[in-house]
């Protein structure tokens, strides 16, 4: 009995293996490893979406003159002083990585990553264009610039504001409860359902937040149409959408910590804010670099707020990099320079998530 | 009673299924759910539209009409993706603009008079500017459904009380001194702005600009592709406008709802926007409630040597691949029969007739305002042919939002326009 075996049980570990990951390879391989080597190919191509749709023909090669013709521009220079903030800003970083090692305040990968970071801030904001000089795509620059401001805003607005409310929620009692599941409501909506609210939040005429000002004796503002709040506005719409994940990875974390922690604190009369500052941060200190990664390659993907609440307006203060690859696809039906733009935002975002590895190997260690 | 109602329906809707031969129908306009199949009653773009769609799908024999989402503001995307992808609607709407991008790659089908004529259409009838609108080197695209143009839509009692109405008519500007006058006179008199329109989101601020150049024989880009954005009559279009935001007689921060509220509560004399607004406004006129009670749809005022206002048209196409099969191909040219049938209905909008025999009609001629703005057909201009408009439009609006929202000076804001534009029809 025992040489009847069927053809399954005669594979070996390895082969069976195999076997069950085919299905996942193949999904992964048609979905994702396929379109990404695509729209790779396609960026090197001068491509029309319609023209191709009706002429397979009509594509032409072109090399790397998309990824140019986006990025770069005639009489590009680089000078130390182009923009002096941003570049005594990455000066600052590198300085401040230095010293923290020195006094061993930071471990060498976060100061090397702090060092790197400074570094490029400081060379990649030097270059500018020179004296008749201009940018090919004078857009493209100035969109990653308010991507990246997006990020800057919305990530550390999530974060504190999740932190400080799983904090306050993580007790046991039924309101609590309600609260945690009323707090994590706004995050099952759609894009175009958060963006109608808030639209009408903002409204100068019917919004709540202009009733409120005009109460108390201020002229509303045009929050989506000012240069000065439209970011502003769709950040905030943002951290009140995507609060619930944050919240909960937070309130997962904070109950992993051991009560006993707490309770010799007490002892040691280190209780309210102390205790928080000395206890419940440092040891979530693994979640929080989990979610400030993970928010990080979520935000830098934002496209409905802006698209639907701004226009990307005004002047373009709010256009950002996915609504940029859209509209050069889809309304201008640039299919090769929207994917040269599309594998740029996949290089940076891969980026972050090598951090995260990094990140996750040294705290394994 | 009800259930045997509900079997009957059931049965017809089996039987229709079955013989019917299914038609798409792609267009714009937005929602609207109970618009029903008669297209005398409905008001508004979106209802008139959908219960003339409503009616060709109960009249026509044999033709079952599905209508795909309606949105607006990603229209184009999704037609676009549609084609790439091999699946576009057996029939769907555009504007006269679009039709170099679309027609010039071969994604249009074209109808010829035969066609046309077999379906029961007849081009003879179409007006002049509406055989140029669904025309390309020669062939027909498209059936055209209306001519739409800016208007300055007006409340009567605002103009009143600031001494600006004569004969029952408003008393409009005849140069951008005299503008910048009246709007003055407004507040003094009212304490309401003179002028709104959406400067902020949505072009309209493009077209008013566009339509000052134009009335000083200027153009934006010529036939060749040469931008010509940056000169003098760019410079006095823009400044027309920006003199009513540096004396706070104009608010360049509303956006398209915010204007259309602003003037139905009775807090703008005039808002620039297009005919499609006519009956929407005669409506909100008729109610009480509203700021607005005294409506008047005038033509576009000239402020500088020739008349001219922003104008473009509402057309049907069917894409060429439809004409592979020739059922389909002979039910969407029925669909589109039926539209060209119904103008008079479309035209209840507030949007012109393009057709000779509608346009001299008492039923369109008894329609509400239609004789205030009667002249506007005269003066409807457009820019020239560009494959990348939506593009160009784009650029125009942000550096026209980029003058009145940020303060850029005027003569950059032109410059930078300019270069952009240049980019964009030398691609």
């Known amino acids: 009995m ?8 005669r594979l070996n570990e390895t082969q069976s293996a195999y076997l069950l990951l085919l299905p996942f390879l193949l999904t992964y391989g048609l979905f994702l490893i396929y379109p990404f080597f695509r729209g790779v190919w396609i960026s090197l191509h001068d491509w029309n979406l319609l023209q191709v749709a009706f002429n397979p023909d009509a594509k032409q090669f072109v090399g790397l003159d998309n990824y140019v013709r986006v990025m770069w521009g005639r009489n590009i220079e680089w000078s130390p002083w182009a923009r002096p903030v941003l570049q005594v800003l990455g000066l600052l970083g590198v300085v401040a990585s230095v010293a923290l090692n020195r006094t061993r305040r930071l471990t060498s990968l976060t100061s090397v990553a702090l060092g790197l970071a400074g570094a490029a801030l400081f060379l990649i904001s030097g270059v500018h264009a020179g004296e008749e000089g201009r940018w090919f795509d004078r857009r493209f620059w100035p969109t990653v610039g308010n991507t990246v401001l997006f990020v800057g805003l919305t990530v550390p607005g999530v974060t504190i504001s999740a932190l400080l409310i799983a904090a306050a929620l993580n007790r046991e009692t039924r309101a609590m409860s309600l609260l945690r599941t009323l707090f994590f409501l706004s995050q099952v909506l759609s894009v175009t359902v958060v963006t109608l609210i808030w639209q009408i939040m903002f409204s100068p005429r019917q919004g709540l937040i202009a009733n409120i000002t005009e109460l108390a004796g201020g002229s509303p503002i045009n929050w989506l149409t000012d240069e000065r709040f439209a970011m502003a506005a769709i950040v905030i ?3 009140w959408w995507s609060l619930g994940i944050a919240m909960i990875l937070f309130l997962a974390g904070l109950q992993d910590i051991s009560k006993d922690l707490f309770e010799a604190g007490a002892l040691d009369n280190c209780t309210g804010v102390r205790a928080f500052w000395h206890i419940t941060l440092p040891n979530l200190k693994r979640t929080i670099t989990l979610v400030i990664i993970l928010q990080i390659i979520l935000h830098f993907q934002v496209f409905g707020q802006s698209h639907l609440m701004t226009q990307g307006g005004p002047n373009d203060e709010t256009q950002v990099l996915v609504r940029y690859i859209y509209q050069t696809a889809f309304r201008d039906s640039e299919l090769g320079r929207a994917s040269a733009m599309a ?7 891969g980026a972050f998530s090598v951090v995260q590895f990094l990140v996750g190997r040294e705290e394994n260690d | 009673m009800k259930h045997l109602l509900t079997g009957t329906l059931l049965a017809c809707a089996c039987a229709s299924t079955v013989t019917a031969q299914d038609i798409t129908l ?18 508004g773009e979106a209802c008139i539209i959908q219960s003339i769609i409503n009616a060709a799908d109960a009249e026509i024999e044999g033709v079952s009409i599905e209508t795909l989402p309606t949105d607006w503001g990603n229209y184009y995307d999704q037609i676009k993706a549609a084609y790439a992808g091999g699946t576009p609607p057996d029939v769907h709407v555009m504007h006269r603009h679009r039709v170099p991008e679309f027609a010039g790659f071969g994604a249009l089908a074209a109808l010829s008079e035969d066609d046309l004529a077999s379906a029961g259409i007849d081009p003879a009838d179409w007006t002049d500017s509406a055989r140029d609108a669904v025309t390309f080197n020669g062939e027909i695209y498209g059936v055209p459904m209306d001519l739409h143009a800016n208007l300055w839509h007006v409340n009567m009692d605002l103009m009143a009380e600031a001494g600006l109405v004569e004969n029952g008519e408003p008393v409009l500007p005849s140069s951008p001194e005299e503008l910048l006058e009246h709007a003055r006179q407004m507040k003094e008199a009212t304490g309401q702005d003179y002028l709104a329109a959406d400067f902020a989101q949505f072009p309209i601020g493009v077209r008013l600009v566009l339509s000052l150049m134009w009335q000083q024989g200027e ?11 940056d000169n003098d009559a760019a410079q006095a279009a823009v400044e027309t406008i920006t003199q009513l935001f540096a004396e706070d007689l104009s608010d360049p921060q509303l956006n398209y709802a915010d204007s259309q509220q602003s003037f139905l509560n009775g807090e703008a004399a005039v808002l620039v926007n297009g005919t499609w607004v006519v009956d929407f406004h005669t409506a909100e006129a008729a109610k009480e409630e509203t700021g607005l009670d005294n409506y008047y749809a005038a033509e576009f005022p000239t402020l500088f040597e020739e008349g001219a206002t922003w104008a473009d048209s509402h057309i049907w196409v069917i894409p060429s691949p439809v004409k592979q099969d020739a059922e389909t191909y002979e039910a969407a040219l029925k669909v589109l029969a039926f539209i060209n049938e119904h103008n008079v209905d479309w035209a209840r909008t507030g949007h012109m ?12 001629a008894s329609l509400p305002h239609r004789t205030e703005y009667a002249g506007t057909a005269d003066i409807a201009r457009d ?5 990348n408009y939506g593009a160009i439009q784009d650029v125009l609006n942000r550096e026209l939002q980029a003058i009145w929202l940020t303060d850029k000076p005027v003569a950059d804001a032109l410059a930078d326009a300019n270069i952009e534009v240049q980019d964009l029809l030398d691609r």
């Open chain 1, 343 to 349: 594998v740029f935002l996949f290089v940076i975002m």
């Open chain 1, 2 to 9: 025992s040489n009847a075996k069927s053809p399954l049980q």
């Open chain 1, 237 to 239: 719409a943002t951290i």
């Open chain 2, 219 to 229: 153009n934006i880009f010529s036939e060749d592709g040469t931008a010509t954005i």
């Open chain 2, 383 to 387: 820019t020239p042919p560009a494959e």
């Open chain 2, 26 to 43: 792609g267009r714009f306009f937005g929602a609207c759910e109970d618009a029903g199949t008669d297209t005398k009653a409905s008001v």
């Open chain 2, 353 to 364: 007739a393009v057709r000779n025999s509608v346009l001299e009609s008492d039923e369109y």
